[in-house]
């Protein structure tokens, strides 16, 4: 005697719920990365910043101490 066989029904991979939690938390993950990476870059930006502006008064008083050493000599 041969016997139909029935299908198997196929098992999900992984539950909805198991899929809604990993997309959420991959989609956070995502947002706090852009979010660390924008608030980096603007402390970078903001240090550099204040590093030219140092740079820039620091060649300042070198020309003005300059002068006056060179005014001294004289």
């Known amino acids: 005697m041969t016997s139909k066989r029935k299908p198997l029904k196929t098992q999900l991979r992984r ?32 240090v550099d910043s204040d590093t030219k502006g140092a740079r820039q008064h620091m060649a300042k008083e070198k020309n003005v101490f300059g002068k006056q050493a060179s005014a001294l000599e004289r």
């Open 15 to 46: 539950s909805i719920s198991e899929q809604l939690r990993d997309s959420t938390s991959k989609a956070w993950d995502l947002l706090w990365k852009n979010v660390r990476e924008r608030r980096l870059a603007a402390a970078l930006t903001e």
